[in-house]
């Protein structure tokens, strides 16, 4: 239960299919919802059609197949569940999470932020897709966050499926859900090698034994064991896992030089690719320049590259107006976020501060939540209506040493 004795996690889901939700009744959510942890409403989009044959569809405008579902009963929905707000979410509004194919893929890290929000919305669409009116109203009209997500990379027929996988995996990290919490960090994709082979009684079954190991009692040969056995898993299975940026190794932070110039041109569009969409414009200079802008900004700036098992993973730069000093270009590749990372090469540029220098600055989009979380735990402020800052941007500054 959260502080105020509420559920800790309030979800609405909204289908054509509300039996197909069913599901959330039963083993480990259902429990969590008897025990008044999780508090999950599924609603019947047809319950918000005002004609006798309940219509939810029609055909596309611009031609195409199939069917397009129609922005006004999802409109009703969602101002109803939005209507919904009880005493405990005072001024709450859902964070609207809608499956798309066309969706940012669903990950364990996804999960774990959604797993802090105090209320989520899903809603599961059907034939080829919602009018997208219905997200435009979501985000003006109503003020939400709307992330539309892909369970992943396979054809589904509608988003029920992909909402059930969502609501389990995302569930299970509400803090009391599962009982014991080591069962939730020892788990695969935690620390990036998948699980080692179970057994269980009996010692030997249909003729086949149990590896010897197991039952010798030597648990330092066990764990040698086991852990032979999640390498030798993830290497066949997901060999993507075991490259070398993704282990513990040693993140080692460089001055750049020209020969980092491409990679650093490649990780600056990935990353400010997905600033520009969460801040809904493309007019960002990391976007549109090109190699030889690269090459010249390591003369005018101090650029430093962080590189992990020889993959350039992050990157940062420095430069020197007047009595500031402004960072710029702090990055990590999308994939790595989430492990400091960030915060390593910020305090890096913060450490090659020369002596005499009263703030340092920097800049980052205004919707940049994530950004703007790890700049404020790292003392800086935002500057209101600080001059020369591109729309959508904040400008945050602290003082040296703090
Ligand atoms: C699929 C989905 C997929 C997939 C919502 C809605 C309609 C069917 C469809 C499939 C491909 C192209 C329409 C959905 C998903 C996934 C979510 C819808 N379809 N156009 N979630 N996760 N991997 N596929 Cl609405």
């Not at 979410?89 to 932020?113: E, I, N, S, W």
Request: net charge negative; with cysteine; proline share 6%.
């Amino acid at each position: 239960m959260s502080e105020d004795g509420g559920p800790a996690l309030r979800i609405d889901v909204v289908s054509i299919f509300p039996d197909y939700l069913a599901a959330l009744d039963l083993s480990l959510i259902g429990k969590a919802r008897d025990d008044g942890l999780l508090d999950v409403r599924v609603h019947d989009l047809r319950d918000f059609t005002h004609d006798r044959h309940r219509t939810v569809d029609d055909t596309p405008y611009g031609g195409g197949a199939g069917m397009v579902m129609k922005a006004q009963p999802w409109a009703e929905a969602l101002d109803h569940v939005v209507a919904q707000r009880g005493s405990n979410l005072a001024d709450a509004r859902p964070h609207l999470v809608v499956p798309g194919p066309g969706g940012a893929p669903f990950t364990q890290a996804m999960a774990r932020q959604l797993a802090h929000e105090p209320w989520l919305a899903f809603a599961c669409g059907r034939y080829e897709g919602i009018d997208e009116r219905v997200y435009e109203h979501a985000r003006e009209t109503l003020g939400l966050e709307v992330s539309v997500v892909s369970l992943g990379d396979y054809v589904l027929n509608g988003g029920e499926v992909a909402v059930l996988a969502m609501v389990e995996a995302i569930g299970r990290l509400v803090p009391g859900v599962i009982g014991n919490a080591e069962s939730l960090v020892e788990e695969s994709h935690e620390d990036g090698l998948l699980e080692y082979p179970l057994y269980t009684k009996p010692r030997e079954w249909n003729g086949r034994q149990v590896p010897p190991i197991l039952l010798s009692g030597n648990h330092a040969a066990i764990a040698a064991w086991r852990h032979e056995q999640r390498l030798a898993r993830t290497a066949a299975r997901r060999p993507d896992l075991l490259h070398a940026s993704h282990g513990d190794g040693e993140v080692e932070i460089a001055a750049a030089t020209p020969s980092d110039v491409p990679e650093l041109n490649v990780l600056f569009k990935a990353c400010w690719v997905q600033e520009a969409l969460l801040n809904d414009t493309l007019d960002i200079p990391a976007l549109t320049e090109g190699l030889d802008d690269v090459r010249a900004s390591l003369d005018t700036t101090q650029t430093w590259v962080a590189r992990k098992g020889g993959r350039l993973v992050g990157a940062v730069r420095t430069s020197r107006l007047g009595d500031d000093w402004h960072i710029g270009r702090l990055c990590v590749v999308p994939d790595l976020r989430g492990r400091g990372l960030g915060r390593r090469l910020l305090e890096h540029a913060e450490a090659t501060a020369p002596d005499g220098i009263r703030t340092i600055s920097l800049d980052t989009g205004a919707l940049s939540t994530d950004n703007l979380r790890m700049y404020r735990k790292s003392g800086y402020r935002v500057v209101p209506d600080a001059p020369d800052v591109p729309a959508g941007a904040v400008h945050l500054t602290k003082r040296p040493g703090r």
